[in-house]
């Protein structure tokens, strides 16, 4: 079984940057997207930034150009470079892997929070 473990979140001012780190750790299988999403009270979930086993980035326009998304296979973790951070930025941030072909999984960290506030 496949846990994902979240840290880097924290309180920064707008225009500052963080780095948010996901390790997975157990029985990783291949061929695995891994992404961040954000929530924020009663909105649902959204899209941040994924990266498939290969390599491929899917970024979400309100982030793209100050988000960086990469992934270490090796490793097995998955990082959200954030630059220039907007008070908008301000959620709870989760890292999901997901693999689509069978046996499929959908697996989900516990959340890190980041508030960009002055």
């Known amino acids: 079984q496949v846990q994902l473990v979240e840290s880097g979140g924290g309180l920064v001012q707008p225009g500052g940057s963080l780095r948010l780190s996901c390790a997975a750790s157990?029985?990783?299988?291949?061929?695995?997207?891994m992404g961040w999403f954000r929530q924020v009270p009663g909105k649902q979930r959204e899209l941040v930034a994924t990266?498939?086993?290969?390599?491929?980035?899917d970024v979400a326009e309100s982030v793209k150009g100050r988000f960086t998304v990469s992934r270490n296979n090796y490793k097995n973790t998955l990082d959200l470079q954030m630059n220039n951070l907007k008070p908008e930025d301000t959620a709870v941030y989760y890292c999901?892997?997901?693999?689509?072909?069978?046996?499929?999984?959908?697996?989900w960290g516990q959340g890190t929070q980041v508030t960009v506030s002055s």
């Open positions: 999901k892997m997901q693999r689509k072909m069978t046996p499929t999984m959908t697996v």
């Open positions: 157990g029985t990783i299988p291949g061929a695995t997207v």
């Open positions: 990266v498939t086993s290969g390599g491929t980035t």
